[in-house]
Protein backbone atom coordinates (compact mmCIF):
# COMPACT_ATOMS: atom_id res chain seq x y z
CA UNK A 1 0.00 0.00 0.00
CA UNK A 2 2.56 2.19 0.78
CA UNK A 3 6.64 2.38 0.48
CA UNK A 4 8.97 4.15 1.83
CA UNK A 5 12.17 3.53 -0.52
CA UNK A 6 15.57 4.64 0.36
CA UNK A 7 13.90 7.81 1.68
CA UNK A 8 16.46 10.74 2.59
CA UNK A 9 15.25 14.17 4.35
CA UNK A 10 17.36 17.21 4.89
CA UNK A 11 16.92 20.60 6.14
CA UNK A 12 20.18 22.26 5.46
CA UNK A 13 22.80 20.19 7.00
CA UNK A 14 20.85 18.46 8.84
CA UNK A 15 19.73 15.00 8.07
CA UNK A 16 16.21 14.60 9.76
CA UNK A 17 15.67 11.19 8.15
CA UNK A 18 18.84 9.66 6.42
CA UNK A 19 17.41 6.55 4.53
CA UNK A 20 14.48 5.13 5.42
CA UNK A 21 12.72 1.67 4.09
CA UNK A 22 9.09 1.11 5.46
CA UNK A 23 6.51 -1.02 4.34
CA UNK A 24 2.54 -0.02 5.04
CA UNK A 25 0.17 -2.25 4.44
CA UNK A 26 -3.43 -1.52 3.31
CA UNK A 27 -6.05 -1.39 6.02
CA UNK A 28 -3.91 -1.63 9.15
CA UNK A 29 -3.45 0.90 11.73
CA UNK A 30 0.63 1.67 11.55
CA UNK A 31 2.07 3.90 14.25
CA UNK A 32 5.31 5.98 13.53
CA UNK A 33 6.61 5.76 17.44
CA UNK A 34 9.76 7.52 19.12
CA UNK A 35 10.58 10.59 20.90
CA UNK A 36 10.30 14.52 20.20
CA UNK A 37 13.04 15.00 17.51
CA UNK A 38 13.63 11.84 16.00
CA UNK A 39 12.11 11.87 12.92
CA UNK A 40 8.19 10.30 13.24
CA UNK A 41 6.18 13.73 11.73
CA UNK A 42 8.95 14.30 9.35
CA UNK A 43 7.95 10.94 7.79
CA UNK A 44 4.60 11.65 7.71
CA UNK A 45 4.60 14.88 6.63
CA UNK A 46 6.64 13.76 4.00
CA UNK A 47 4.10 11.00 3.36
CA UNK A 48 1.50 13.77 2.95
CA UNK A 49 3.29 15.85 0.28
CA UNK A 50 4.24 18.86 2.73
CA UNK A 51 8.09 17.83 2.91
CA UNK A 52 10.13 16.98 -0.35
CA UNK A 53 12.31 14.16 0.66
CA UNK A 54 16.04 15.24 -0.88
CA UNK A 55 16.41 11.52 -1.72
CA UNK A 56 14.52 8.45 -2.56
CA UNK A 57 10.68 7.78 -3.43
CA UNK A 58 7.19 7.12 -1.96
CA UNK A 59 4.96 4.78 -3.29
CA UNK A 60 1.30 4.26 -2.63
CA UNK A 61 -0.69 1.94 -4.22
CA UNK A 62 2.83 0.81 -6.06
CA UNK A 63 3.03 4.05 -8.02
CA UNK A 64 5.42 7.12 -7.57
CA UNK A 65 4.10 9.57 -5.40
CA UNK A 66 6.74 11.65 -4.55
CA UNK A 67 6.35 13.84 -6.99
CA UNK A 68 2.38 13.88 -6.63
CA UNK A 69 1.13 17.27 -4.50
CA UNK A 70 -0.99 16.71 -1.26
CA UNK A 71 -4.43 16.62 -3.11
CA UNK A 72 -3.72 13.98 -5.79
CA UNK A 73 -2.09 11.62 -2.99
CA UNK A 74 -5.29 10.97 -1.34
CA UNK A 75 -4.34 11.08 1.88
CA UNK A 76 -6.73 13.13 5.05
CA UNK A 77 -4.69 14.61 7.50
CA UNK A 78 -5.50 15.58 11.22
CA UNK A 79 -3.08 17.27 12.94
CA UNK A 80 -1.88 17.97 16.69
CA UNK A 81 -3.43 21.27 17.41
CA UNK A 82 -6.58 20.35 14.55
CA UNK A 83 -6.27 23.45 12.59
CA UNK A 84 -10.45 24.02 12.78
CA UNK A 85 -11.30 27.26 11.38
CA UNK A 86 -12.59 29.57 14.35
CA UNK A 87 -15.08 31.64 11.88
CA UNK A 88 -16.70 28.62 10.29
CA UNK A 89 -19.49 26.27 12.32
CA UNK A 90 -18.72 22.26 12.79
CA UNK A 91 -20.44 21.86 9.32
CA UNK A 92 -18.59 24.09 7.41
CA UNK A 93 -15.61 23.17 9.06
CA UNK A 94 -16.02 19.76 8.12
CA UNK A 95 -17.55 20.57 4.29
CA UNK A 96 -14.86 23.05 3.81
CA UNK A 97 -12.38 19.94 1.62
CA UNK A 98 -15.27 19.75 -0.53
CA UNK A 99 -16.53 23.35 -0.88
CA UNK A 100 -12.81 23.88 -2.45
CA UNK A 101 -13.26 20.81 -5.03
CA UNK A 102 -16.65 22.92 -5.72
CA UNK A 103 -18.95 20.05 -4.50
CA UNK A 104 -22.61 20.49 -5.39
CA UNK A 105 -24.42 22.10 -2.23
CA UNK A 106 -27.18 19.12 -1.78
CA UNK A 107 -24.25 16.41 -2.09
CA UNK A 108 -21.78 18.47 -0.08
CA UNK A 109 -25.11 18.34 2.61
CA UNK A 110 -26.00 14.67 2.18
CA UNK A 111 -21.46 13.76 2.33
CA UNK A 112 -21.79 15.87 5.86
CA UNK A 113 -24.11 14.21 7.18
CA UNK A 114 -22.42 10.44 6.71
CA UNK A 115 -19.79 11.08 8.11
CA UNK A 116 -20.84 13.66 11.29
CA UNK A 117 -23.17 9.99 11.66
CA UNK A 118 -20.44 8.29 11.49
CA UNK A 119 -17.89 9.90 14.10
CA UNK A 120 -20.75 10.19 16.51
CA UNK A 121 -21.73 14.35 15.57
CA UNK A 122 -25.25 15.39 16.16
CA UNK A 123 -27.59 17.50 13.57
CA UNK A 124 -27.17 20.04 16.33
CA UNK A 125 -23.52 20.01 16.84
CA UNK A 126 -23.34 20.55 13.20
CA UNK A 127 -24.58 24.13 13.92
CA UNK A 128 -22.75 25.10 16.97
CA UNK A 129 -19.13 27.21 16.39
CA UNK A 130 -16.45 24.96 17.07
CA UNK A 131 -15.29 26.59 20.51
CA UNK A 132 -18.40 25.27 22.07
CA UNK A 133 -17.45 21.52 21.58
CA UNK A 134 -15.01 20.07 23.97
CA UNK A 135 -11.72 18.82 22.83
CA UNK A 136 -12.68 15.41 22.02
CA UNK A 137 -15.32 16.47 19.84
CA UNK A 138 -13.32 18.53 18.50
CA UNK A 139 -10.87 15.76 17.10
CA UNK A 140 -13.75 14.06 16.02
CA UNK A 141 -14.82 16.97 13.70
CA UNK A 142 -10.80 17.20 12.52
CA UNK A 143 -11.66 13.56 11.38
CA UNK A 144 -14.76 14.19 9.72
CA UNK A 145 -13.44 16.82 7.64
CA UNK A 146 -10.46 14.70 6.26
CA UNK A 147 -12.61 11.55 5.85
CA UNK A 148 -15.28 13.27 4.05
CA UNK A 149 -13.02 13.56 1.05
CA UNK A 150 -13.05 9.72 1.20
CA UNK A 151 -9.19 9.26 1.35
CA UNK A 152 -7.20 6.17 0.72
CA UNK A 153 -5.16 6.89 3.59
CA UNK A 154 -5.37 9.05 7.06
CA UNK A 155 -2.56 10.69 8.46
CA UNK A 156 -3.13 11.58 12.46
CA UNK A 157 0.13 13.47 13.60
CA UNK A 158 -0.43 13.10 17.95
CA UNK A 159 -4.38 14.10 17.94
CA UNK A 160 -4.31 12.71 21.39
CA UNK A 161 -1.43 14.84 22.91
CA UNK A 162 -3.48 18.16 23.59
CA UNK A 163 -6.39 16.07 26.10
CA UNK A 164 -6.41 14.78 29.47
CA UNK A 165 -5.34 11.24 30.56
CA UNK A 166 -8.84 10.25 30.98
CA UNK A 167 -10.17 11.69 27.94
CA UNK A 168 -7.03 10.16 26.13
CA UNK A 169 -7.60 6.85 27.17
CA UNK A 170 -11.69 6.99 25.82
CA UNK A 171 -10.73 8.51 22.51
CA UNK A 172 -8.49 5.84 21.43
CA UNK A 173 -10.69 2.85 21.66
CA UNK A 174 -13.11 5.14 19.61
CA UNK A 175 -10.60 5.69 17.20
CA UNK A 176 -9.32 2.72 16.41
CA UNK A 177 -12.81 1.49 16.41
CA UNK A 178 -13.76 3.67 13.87
CA UNK A 179 -10.51 2.90 11.97
CA UNK A 180 -11.54 -0.77 12.01
CA UNK A 181 -14.98 0.23 10.80
CA UNK A 182 -13.74 2.37 7.89
CA UNK A 183 -11.09 -0.15 7.24
CA UNK A 184 -9.23 3.01 6.17
CA UNK A 185 -4.97 2.99 6.04
CA UNK A 186 -4.02 5.01 9.22
CA UNK A 187 -1.13 6.07 9.85
CA UNK A 188 -0.30 7.71 13.34
CA UNK A 189 2.25 9.50 14.85
CA UNK A 190 2.69 9.16 18.87
CA UNK A 191 5.25 9.40 21.51
CA UNK A 192 3.06 8.09 23.91
CA UNK A 193 4.24 4.17 24.15
CA UNK A 194 0.65 3.41 25.93
CA UNK A 195 -1.24 4.56 23.03
CA UNK A 196 1.21 2.76 19.91
CA UNK A 197 0.88 -0.58 22.18
CA UNK A 198 -2.92 -0.40 22.32
CA UNK A 199 -3.89 0.83 19.56
CA UNK A 200 -1.72 -0.65 16.71
CA UNK A 201 -1.87 -3.09 14.65
CA UNK A 202 1.93 -2.55 13.22
CA UNK A 203 5.09 -0.14 15.13
CA UNK A 204 7.88 1.37 13.59
CA UNK A 205 10.12 2.71 16.65
CA UNK A 206 11.88 5.76 15.71
CA UNK A 207 15.54 7.05 17.21
CA UNK A 208 17.40 10.18 15.23
CA UNK A 209 15.63 9.77 12.20
CA UNK A 210 16.56 5.64 11.98
CA UNK A 211 13.93 2.90 12.40
CA UNK A 212 14.95 0.45 15.37
CA UNK A 213 12.16 -2.19 14.96
CA UNK A 214 9.33 -2.63 13.15
CA UNK A 215 6.61 -5.25 14.54
CA UNK A 216 3.38 -5.83 16.48
CA UNK A 217 3.03 -4.63 19.28
CA UNK A 218 3.76 -7.76 21.40
CA UNK A 219 6.75 -7.92 19.58
CA UNK A 220 8.04 -4.43 20.29
CA UNK A 221 7.54 -5.28 23.77
CA UNK A 222 8.45 -8.43 24.38
CA UNK A 223 11.20 -8.91 21.65
CA UNK A 224 12.78 -5.77 21.43
CA UNK A 225 15.65 -5.83 18.92
CA UNK A 226 17.45 -3.11 20.37
CA UNK A 227 18.47 -1.65 23.54
CA UNK A 228 16.70 1.91 22.66
CA UNK A 229 13.41 -0.24 21.91
CA UNK A 230 13.79 -1.92 24.82
CA UNK A 231 14.55 1.01 27.34
CA UNK A 232 11.70 3.04 25.82
CA UNK A 233 8.73 0.72 25.71
CA UNK A 234 7.46 0.60 28.88
CA UNK A 235 8.94 0.76 32.49
CA UNK A 236 11.68 -1.58 32.97
CA UNK A 237 14.20 -3.20 35.37
CA UNK A 238 18.01 -2.70 34.71
CA UNK A 239 19.91 -5.85 36.28
CA UNK A 240 23.20 -5.98 37.91
CA UNK A 241 25.86 -8.17 36.78
CA UNK A 242 25.96 -9.44 40.05
CA UNK A 243 22.00 -10.33 39.70
CA UNK A 244 22.68 -11.76 36.16
CA UNK A 245 25.53 -13.67 37.50
CA UNK A 246 23.40 -15.41 40.43
CA UNK A 247 21.11 -16.44 37.68
CA UNK A 248 23.44 -17.98 36.24
CA UNK A 249 24.84 -19.61 39.21
CA UNK A 250 21.75 -21.48 39.93
CA UNK A 251 21.19 -22.90 36.37
CA UNK A 252 20.05 -20.07 33.51
CA UNK A 253 21.52 -20.51 30.33
CA UNK A 254 22.30 -18.40 27.40
CA UNK A 255 23.12 -15.32 29.96
CA UNK A 256 25.76 -13.34 29.79
CA UNK A 257 26.84 -11.45 32.82
CA UNK A 258 28.71 -9.09 30.65
CA UNK A 259 25.77 -7.52 28.53
CA UNK A 260 23.02 -4.60 30.08
CA UNK A 261 20.18 -6.92 31.25
CA UNK A 262 16.41 -6.00 31.63
CA UNK A 263 13.39 -7.22 32.88
CA UNK A 264 10.02 -6.32 32.61
CA UNK A 265 8.25 -5.33 35.85
CA UNK A 266 5.36 -7.65 35.13
CA UNK A 267 8.21 -10.50 34.79
CA UNK A 268 9.28 -10.33 38.53
CA UNK A 269 6.87 -12.52 40.69
CA UNK A 270 6.72 -11.64 44.67
CA UNK A 271 5.55 -15.72 44.79
CA UNK A 272 6.02 -18.25 42.60
CA UNK A 273 4.25 -18.68 39.53
CA UNK A 274 2.41 -21.14 37.97
CA UNK A 275 5.43 -22.29 35.66
CA UNK A 276 7.52 -21.72 39.22
CA UNK A 277 9.45 -24.96 37.60
CA UNK A 278 11.22 -22.50 35.17
CA UNK A 279 11.91 -19.44 37.47
CA UNK A 280 14.83 -19.04 39.85
CA UNK A 281 14.49 -17.30 43.30
CA UNK A 282 16.31 -13.99 44.22
CA UNK A 283 16.18 -12.74 47.42
CA UNK A 284 16.23 -9.10 48.48
CA UNK A 285 14.91 -6.43 51.01
CA UNK A 286 11.65 -4.21 50.09
CA UNK A 287 13.14 0.00 49.38
CA UNK A 288 9.66 0.67 48.45
CA UNK A 289 6.14 0.52 48.10
CA UNK A 290 3.68 2.62 46.01
CA UNK A 291 -0.10 2.04 45.81
CA UNK A 292 -1.77 2.82 42.93
CA UNK A 293 -5.46 1.48 43.83
CA UNK A 294 -5.62 -2.30 41.97
CA UNK A 295 -1.84 -3.08 42.40
CA UNK A 296 1.04 -1.88 44.32
CA UNK A 297 4.70 -1.55 42.77
CA UNK A 298 7.53 -2.80 44.70
CA UNK A 299 11.11 -1.71 44.76
CA UNK A 300 13.14 -4.30 46.04
CA UNK A 301 17.24 -4.50 46.14
CA UNK A 302 18.86 -7.20 44.85
CA UNK A 303 22.70 -7.79 44.32
CA UNK A 304 22.85 -4.21 43.02
CA UNK A 305 19.72 -4.47 41.17
CA UNK A 306 16.86 -2.07 42.52
CA UNK A 307 14.11 -4.79 41.22
CA UNK A 308 10.48 -3.30 40.60
CA UNK A 309 7.42 -5.63 40.72
CA UNK A 310 3.69 -5.27 40.61
CA UNK A 311 1.58 -7.22 42.63
CA UNK A 312 -2.03 -7.07 42.59
CA UNK A 313 -4.32 -5.82 45.48
CA UNK A 314 -6.05 -8.78 46.77
CA UNK A 315 -6.48 -7.94 50.99
CA UNK A 316 -3.07 -9.46 51.59
CA UNK A 317 -1.24 -7.03 54.30
CA UNK A 318 1.74 -5.22 52.22
CA UNK A 319 5.08 -5.78 52.71
CA UNK A 320 6.83 -3.43 54.89
CA UNK A 321 9.93 -1.41 53.72
CA UNK A 322 13.08 -3.28 55.49
CA UNK A 323 11.42 -6.53 55.41
CA UNK A 324 13.27 -9.23 53.68
CA UNK A 325 11.27 -10.79 50.01
CA UNK A 326 11.57 -13.40 47.68
CA UNK A 327 11.50 -12.84 44.04
CA UNK A 328 10.89 -15.25 41.34
CA UNK A 329 12.72 -14.71 37.71
CA UNK A 330 12.63 -16.84 34.52
CA UNK A 331 15.37 -16.18 33.02
CA UNK A 332 13.99 -16.48 29.31
CA UNK A 333 11.71 -13.58 29.69
CA UNK A 334 15.55 -11.69 30.30
CA UNK A 335 16.25 -9.21 26.98
CA UNK A 336 20.00 -8.48 26.66
CA UNK A 337 22.31 -6.32 24.65
Known sequence: MITFDNIEVSFGDHKAIPDLNLEIREGEFFTLLGPSGCGKTTALRTLAGFIEPSRGEIYIDGKPATKLPSEKRRVGMVFQNYALFPSMNVGENI???LSVKK????????????????????????EKNVSELSGGQQQRVAIARALVLKPRILLLDEPLSNLDAKLRVQLREQLKNLQSDLGITTVYVTHDQEEALTMSDRIAVFNRGVVEQVGTPAEIYDRSATEFVCTFIGAINTLSQDTV????????????ATSSSYLRLEKVFLHPPRN??????????????????????????????????????????????????????????????
Not at 110 to 122: H, N, S, Y
Not at 278 to 301: P, Q
Open 95 to 97: AFG
Open 103 to 126: TKKEDTRRLVAEIADQVELTADQL
Open 245 to 256: QHLINNGAVGLD
Open 276 to 337: ADRTIRLDGVVAERSYHGAYSSYVINNNGSRLRAMVTENGEPPLAEGSTASLYVDPSSILQY
